[in-house]
C-alpha cells in the first residue's frame, strides 16, 4: 500500500491546483504566485470602502494604485489611474515619489511595473494568484525548446520575436535577449512594422489570435503566412517547410475570456438588432473578428463609445466589468455584451475590496504584503524588450 507523505515531510509535492479556488496554495505551471499570507476582512464587512478610503488617505502620496480596465468597479474607485496594459506601462514610472505602488490587475502586468519603476519602489499584487491564463500558455522552458527547433530547422537567424505583454518577465526577457520586442493590443501594428524591419519572420508569443489578427486584417498577409507552434508537439507539430515558407510562427496560446465569443454570437446579435455596430478586442478569434465593425484594444473601446453617438447601439465582446462599466457611464447608448453568457476574467475578478483594503492597510502599518520582485538579471533584458516597446514611433 502507498502512502502519501505529511504535508513539508520529504518526498511530500504540492498538488497541483490549477483553480487555486480559494487563492492558497501553488500552482508551478502558472506564472502567478502563491497564496495571501494575511486575514483578510470578511467581503460583508459594510466598513469596506471607508476603510479603503482611509487607509488610501493615511497613506497619501507614498502610495500610486494602477487600475486596470477589467478591475471591479468597488476596486477601481481607488485607481490613481485607470488604463489599458499599455497605458499602466507607461504610467508606472508616473509617480516615483511614490515608495508603494499598488497594482490592480493581474500578474505579468505587476511584474511589468516592477520592471519599470524605479528601485526604492516596490509593487503590491493585492491578491499573488491574480493570473493570467493567456500568459501561463508560454513558460520559459517550452519558448527556450521553441527556439531550439527554430536553430535546428536553420530558421532562427530569420526570427524576431515578438511578445504580448501578456505573458511572464522571464518570457519578455528573453525577447530582449534575442533582439525583439513587447507588444500590447495598441501597438501590436507597429511593434510588427518595427520586428519585419529586423527580421523576415515572427515568432509572436502567446496569443495567437493578436498575432494572427494584426498580420492578416493590419498588414494583409494570407492566413496561410501564419502558422501555429503548438508547444506541446514535437518541434511544434510543424514540418521543416512550414517554417521556412511561414512569415509568421504564432505561439498556440490565446484568452479564455475573449476565445468565447463565436461568429455565432455576432450573428444572432445582428438578428436580434439590425444596426447594432459590434466593437471586439483584438483578442476575439479570427472568425469573429472578420464579423466585427470595430477592433481595437480597450482603451480604443471606451473611446468608441465615448464618441458614439446617442442613440447608436453597439454589442461588445470584451471582459463584462468593462462592458457593464461603460453602459452605466453612456446611458444614452445602448450598449450590450456580445455574447449570452456572463464572462468575466476570473483572475482580475480576484483582485476585490477585501484584497484591496488588506493590502493597503498593511502598507499604512508599514508592512509590504505580495510584493512582486523580478530579479535583476531578468528585468534588466526584460526592460530591453519594454523600453523598445515604448520607444515604437
Ligand atoms: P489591453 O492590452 O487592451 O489592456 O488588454 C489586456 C488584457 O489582458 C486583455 O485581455
Ligand atoms: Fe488574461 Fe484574458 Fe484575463 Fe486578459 S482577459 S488577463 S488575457 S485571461
Redo the contacts with the bound molecule.
Sequence with gaps: MTTTPEIGAPGFTEPRLPLLLLGAGTDPDSERGVDCPGELPPASDPELVERARAAKAALGEQVFVLGHH?QRDEVIQFADVTGDSFKLAQQAAARPQAPYVVFCG?HFMAESADILTADHQQVVLPDLAAG????DMATFDQVEECWEVLEDMGVADDVVPVTYM?SSADIKAFVGRHGGVVCTSSNARRALDWAYSKGSKVLFLP?QHLGRNTAVLEMGFALEDCVVYNPHRPDGGLTPQQFRDARMLLWRGH????GRFTKQSVDDMREQVPDVNILVHP?CRHEVVVEADYIGSTEYIIRTLAEAPAGSSWAVGT?LNLVRRLANRHPDKNIMFLDRTVCF????NRIDLPHLVWSLEALARGEVVNRIRVDEETAHYARVALDQMLALP
Aim: charge should be negative; aromatic fraction near 6%.
Design positions: 477589467y493581474v493570467c491564463s493567456m500568459a501578456n496569443d484568452c479564455s475570456v475573449h483578442e471582459e476574467c476570473s483572475t482580475m
